[in-house]
């Protein structure tokens, strides 16, 4: 059965979207019943890698191209959107160079959402949706798929069910997160203002019209069903992991592991706390620096150690630097995924510091947890419902009150002092998540999904 998906972006860097999106496309064609073929949105022209095809693990990303990344553009509303995309890409070299700090008040106005600017913005979705309603129905007509299954948000999901509908085909939607809420942690919008409250309603829209809906935790399913979708037409697959991940025979370790084991002061036993994944206010990487801040202040001798994209990490150390520990961390990346285990390996108690206040951080499970689990790292979590879900207290994992650094210090002390309590509680969390938590179990429910809307749709 030949399955369209339809994804916002697919990345080379830690970005949790994209690896979930590989590890389902790589599990979907292992498998016998399953055959994916894959066209992501045009939506990031600041990021080149979205602009040339590519084969990745045997899966080939298809791609629908911004106007900017094109040679020629015909149509004026084309060209208009071009514009758009060029004067982004300038925008994101120059905060990647460190221009915007001698430019603030420049900077700054550029994010002002002016009539002016609101409605060129309306303009260029309502052009790149359009854009990937045609080449999807093209991708349709070429490949012949049987169903058509959209990855969130609501920009690649409602050109995917129009699309959809109009051939005829049934049509999967997969919740991944709640982005209008993302948004406003990372304090673009306000909850209940104008583009969170429109970005919701075409959400919503998406969500109710699919023939099926795929959430990726319990507390996504909850919120799914009170926007008004049918509880029987959602299907949880959880976040999971590929047993390969942490697999030693497949790459050699990266030359620069040696001199962070230096860094770290791994031979004299320096316990290093850890995380891996994207740097942005969500992760709670501040909450991290102040209880490892509070760790030294006791008396502790830790190291921090975070592995994340390369947006943030400045912001990061300075907010260490503050803190008095800027000696005693290491911040780097973005690595390759396929070295990952290796910086995994390092770490001893692995940190998942999400702030609580904030609905997304309530609602979406993160990836990371089961990738620390699969290598071997003891987890420290921050108590949402989220996370509760993904692991046991005590018994896979122990919890913090959110947002509490010295709650957070307070229990990394305790798994510093005792060996045995992270040996255990890192050989408990490992043997559950190779027994409930890889791709290879997880695509079962995607089958599932498809043959019964096959079935219903034949």
């Known amino acids: 059965m030949r399955v369209l998906h339809v994804l916002a972006n697919s990345s080379p860097d830690l970005n949790g979207y994209a690896i979930r999106s590989h590890d389902i496309l790589k599990s979907q064609s292992e498998s016998e019943n399953i055959e994916p073929y894959v066209l992501t949105s045009p939506f990031y022209p600041e990021r080149q890698s979205m602009a040339d095809e590519v084969t990745i693990d045997g899966i080939t990303y298809h791609r629908c191209v911004h106007p900017t990344h094109l040679k020629k553009n015909k149509k004026l509303l084309d060209k208009f959107v071009a514009n758009i995309g060029r004067r982004r890409i300038n925008i994101t070299k120059e905060r990647d160079s460190g221009i915007v700090k001698r430019r603030p008040v420049r900077y700054m106005m550029r994010r002002v959402l002016t009539p002016a600017r609101l409605f060129a913005r309306w303009v260029e979705e309502r052009v790149l949706m359009q854009k990937l309603k045609r080449e999807i129905l093209a991708h349709i007509s070429e490949t012949n798929p049987a169903i058509i299954h959209a990855h969130t948000p609501y920009r690649v999901g409602l050109p995917a069910l129009l699309a959809a509908k109009k051939c005829g085909l049934p049509f999967v939607y997969e919740m991944r997160g709640v982005w209008e809420d993302t948004a406003v942690i990372n304090g673009r919008w306000k909850e209940g203002g104008i583009p969170y409250s429109r970005f919701r309603r075409l959400e919503n829209k998406v969500l109710r019209n699919a023939d099926r809906v795929i959430c990726i935790s319990e507390q996504l399913r909850l919120d799914a069903i009170e926007r008004g979708v049918e509880a029987a037409k959602i299907t949880i697959v959880n976040n999971a992991v590929n047993e390969k991940l942490v697999d030693?025979?497949?790459?050699?370790?990266?030359?620069?592991?040696?001199?962070?084991?230096?860094?770290?002061?791994?031979?004299?036993?320096?316990?290093?706390?850890?995380?891996?994944?994207?740097?942005?206010?969500?992760?709670?990487?501040?909450?991290?620096?102040?209880?490892?801040?509070?760790?030294?202040?006791?008396?502790?001798?830790?190291?921090?150690?975070?592995?994340?994209?390369?947006?943030?990490?400045?912001?990061?150390?300075?907010?260490?630097?503050?803190?008095?520990?800027?000696?005693?961390?290491?911040?780097?990346?973005?690595?390759?995924?396929?070295?990952?285990?290796?910086?995994?390996?390092?770490?001893?108690?692995?940190?998942?510091?999400?702030?609580?206040?904030?609905?997304?951080?309530?609602?979406?499970?993160?990836?990371?947890?089961f990738e620390a689990m699969l290598a071997g790292c003891p987890i420290i979590a921050s108590n949402l419902p989220a996370l509760t879900e993904a692991i046991q207290d005590k018994e896979t994992g122990m919890f913090f009150e959110a947002g509490n650094h010295l709650a957070l210090a307070t229990t990394l002390e305790t798994m510093i002092d005792n060996a045995d309590l992270r040996t255990r509680l890192a050989s408990q969390a490992k043997d559950w998540v190779l027994a409930e938590r890889t791709w290879k179990i997880m695509v079962k429910r995607y089958t599932k999904v498809y043959l019964e809307l096959f079935r219903d749709t034949s």
């Open 248 to 369: 030693d025979s497949s790459t050699d370790e990266p030359d620069e592991i040696e001199g962070l084991r230096q860094q770290l002061d791994k031979s004299n036993g320096i316990i290093t706390i850890g995380y891996t994944g994207s740097i942005q206010p969500l992760e709670g990487l501040d909450i991290l620096a102040m209880g490892v801040a509070e760790l030294v202040e006791r008396g502790n001798d830790v190291r921090l150690l975070v592995v994340g994209n390369a947006k943030g990490q400045t912001g990061l150390f300075e907010k260490c630097k503050s803190l008095g520990i800027a000696e005693k961390c290491v911040i780097i990346g973005p690595v390759p995924r396929e070295h990952i285990k290796h910086y995994l390996k390092l770490i001893d108690i692995y940190a998942i510091c999400r702030p609580g206040g904030f609905r997304v951080t309530q609602l979406v499970t993160p990836l990371k947890p």
